[in-house]
């Protein structure tokens, strides 16, 4: 017979952290259960960041997950503008930052990633990243009067920002390593559409890699290539990756590896969970890997928290890999994962249309599908690549491009 934990500690308040609490809650957990932010803010959604808030769209208040109520309702003591320091697994303990202990039978780590830094980017101000609400907030600033902005990174955080940095009046470079942007995450036809697109809006781009930003008297000057060449910039927003959130878990005994390394059902240690974009869980279809999109986000905190009560009847997590980006006029969708795979067919409509489905196979077994304006289309694409089924029928090879100066 298992027993239930008298105090859960859930580590993270991000749409992971908050989603496992509430669903300890609502799966019937009636014990002690406290929830551990670092910012001060309620909890709150982060894609809307690179969007509607830093577009000026949306007010900050319109990204909160739940109302404030919600949480005394549940009965979730929410601890926020708190920095956990350290878990004491022999003493069963969170330890914060003000030297207080919370009592934990079991703990969810859910504190998410950081991003990366260049060389040369702590210090100089006009410098940077996106991954708070009060970054969003300080790159909005900054974007007044429409300064020249470089955007090391063009993944889809990156390219989001630059979208809606250049609707802003801001001159944008975008800087990243393929001949247009997102080509391994959305594939040929649907990258290609989205360079079309950036072009329109005046967007330049620059394949290379970043690898330093350089100032002078305090102040951003530009971002130094690869290949030695300046780009010039009064703002850089740097979108060059993450590092998962573990340094806390020295010497608690939890092994990390790119995140908190998990078993299938999301358990990292003897009354130590993992979910979000820290967990480091293996993906039947991909091998270990982790995930940082939204959705994964949301399925695998929901399947950890009833995994962590459910004992012997757990099962494993294995949400499918979905994610979307909306890049000016395209809403892009993606299920499975485009990467290596060697054809793709065509579905419903055309690129030329800027509204189609496709899915893309790796010999011929269908390992992913993208969707361009075609939302509600693209849920019938799911079942297609969880089944990873052969695709009849002739496809259009997946090598075609639409380069950054078609």
């Known amino acids: 017979m298992t027993t239930s934990p008298q105090h859960i500690v859930v580590v993270g308040a991000g749409v992971a952290g908050t989603v496992t609490a509430e669903t300890l809650r609502r799966e019937g957990y009636d014990g002690t ?22 577009s000026g769209q949306w007010v ?23 920095a956990v320091t350290r878990l004491d697994n022999s003493g069963r ?9 919370l009592a934990a039978d079991a703990v969810v780590v859910a504190t998410g990633v950081r991003p990366r830094r260049l060389p040369g980017a702590d210090g100089p101000t006009g410098v940077h990243v996106l991954r708070t609400l009060d970054d969003a907030l300080a790159l909005r ?7 020249r902005l470089v955007v090391a990174g063009a993944g889809l955080l990156g390219t989001e920002a630059a979208v809606a940095a250049r609707a802003l009046g801001a001159e944008v470079t975008l800087v990243g390593p393929d001949p ?14 989205v360079a079309a697109v950036h072009r329109e809006l005046g967007l330049r781009f620059r394949q290379g890699r970043a690898t330093g930003v350089e100032s002078a008297d305090g102040a951003v000057t530009g971002v130094r290539l690869a290949d030695g060449t300046l780009l010039p910039a009064d703002a850089v927003l740097v979108t060059t990756g993450s590092l998962p959130n573990t340094e806390w878990l020295r010497g608690s005994g939890v092994r990390v590896d790119d995140g908190v390394v998990c078993d299938a059902f999301g358990a990292a240690h003897p009354g130590v969970w993992a979910a979000g974009d820290v967990a480091n869980l293996p993906d039947p279809r991909t091998g270990r890997r982790r995930f940082e999109h939204r959705t994964q986000a949301t399925e695998q905190a ?13 099962r494993p997590v294995a949400p499918l890999p979905y994610f979307w980006t909306d890049q000016h006029d395209l809403k892009v969708q993606v299920f499975g994962d485009v990467t290596g795979t060697d054809s793709c067919h065509i579905v419903e409509g055309s690129p030329a ?9 790796a010999e011929d077994q ?3 599908a993208v969707a361009v304006n075609l939302p509600r289309a693209a849920q019938h694409l799911r079942p297609l690549v969880e089944s990873g089924a052969p695709w009849p029928g002739a496809p259009v090879r997946a090598t075609t491009v639409v380069g950054p100066d078609s």
Do not use: M, W
């Open 60 to 82: 900050p208040d319109r990204i909160r997950l739940r109302r404030p109520d919600v949480y005394e309702r549940l009965g979730i003591d929410l601890r926020l503008d708190t």
């Open 180 to 193: 247009v942007p997102l080509l391994g995450l959305l594939g040929p036809q649907a990258a290609g559409l």
């Open 93 to 101: 303990a969170v330890e914060l930052a003000d030297g207080s202990r």
């Open 302 to 314: 929901v399947a950890v928290a009833r995994n962590l009560l459910a004992g012997a009847a757990a």
């Open 353 to 361: 249309e800027r509204k189609f489905t496709a899915v893309y196979c």
């Open 33 to 54: 259960l406290t929830l551990v932010g670092a910012e001060p803010h309620l909890p709150y959604d982060r894609p809307p960041l690179s969007k509607q808030v830093l």
């Open 366 to 368: 269908v390992r992913g």
């Open 141 to 147: 600033a900054a974007l007044a009067g429409g300064p």
